[in-house]
């Protein structure tokens, strides 16, 4: 997979947040975009998932020398940030297996599986609105990383995770990142130090 920028821009109303980004993403390598609280971190990653358009500029994905459409970017990439949401009325369970009803596991990872890796076996017929914050955020990035696609697109992941949190998500990076497309958003040295390249958004004003 690979998603050029070329001459992207994006406002609100009258307010430039970024503008003439030139950049192209590669498969296999991981990037940081970096930039204090509201420099528009979200808001490229958003553009960039083809889930806000942007004001000026293109962008192109191939995959296998094949274009693919902005509107099928979606199916590509496996996301957690946020402002996404769990189903609160779900169990663990229940969440697990609705998400994969529509991404591949990765590996073929199963839920039995999958609630092991989030050491959460006493958990899982519970429903997501009695889970901590931090179980949440756990539970979002177990989705992302464990989706079979070729796109990773990781928003603030440790926020809400404690120390032992953050050595997990540590270890989900060293398991689940090979020959993927991984672009973190945050302002946090911990959660980029593994990636090869950083954007500054400050760059781009
Ligand atoms: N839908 C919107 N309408 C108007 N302004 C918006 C909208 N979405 C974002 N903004 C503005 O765009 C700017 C960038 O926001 P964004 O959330 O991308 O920043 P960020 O770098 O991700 O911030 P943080 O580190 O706090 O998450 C902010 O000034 C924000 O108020």
């Not at 821009?9 to 993403?25: A, L, M, V």
């Not at 998400?99 to 006493?122: C, D, G, P, T, V």
């Not at 609105?129 to 070729?150: E, H, I, W």
């Not at 946090?188 to 950083?198: D, G, L, R, T």
């Amino acid at each position: 997979m690979k998603i050029t920028l070329a001459k992207i821009g994006r406002r609100f109303n009258r307010e430039w947040i970024f503008k003439n980004i030139d950049y192209t993403f590669e498969k296999g390598k991981s990037y940081a975009i970096l930039g204090i609280n509201g420099s528009g971190k979200s808001t490229l990653l958003q553009v960039i998932s083809g889930s806000l358009s942007q004001s000026t500029g293109e962008i192109n994905y191939i995959l296998d020398d094949k274009n693919i459409e902005t509107d099928a970017v979606f199916n590509y990439l496996a996301l957690s940030a946020p402002y996404l949401e769990l189903i609160e009325e779900f169990t663990l369970t229940e969440v697990l297996s609705f998400h994969f009803e529509f991404k591949k596991r990765l590996n073929s990872i199963n839920n039995q599986e999958l609630i092991a890796l989030l050491n959460m076996e006493s958990s899982k017929n519970k429903q997501i609105k009695y889970f901590s914050s931090g179980m949440k955020q756990r539970v979002k990035l177990a989705l992302a990383f464990c989706s079979d696609t070729p796109i990773l697109l990781l928003d603030e992941p440790t926020s809400n995770l404690d120390e032992e949190g953050i050595a997990w998500y540590h270890s989900l990076v060293s398991k689940f990142t090979n020959n993927r497309l991984v672009i973190v958003c945050s302002n946090q040295a911990h959660e980029y130090s593994f990636c090869q390249e950083q954007i500054r958004i400050s760059d781009f004003k």
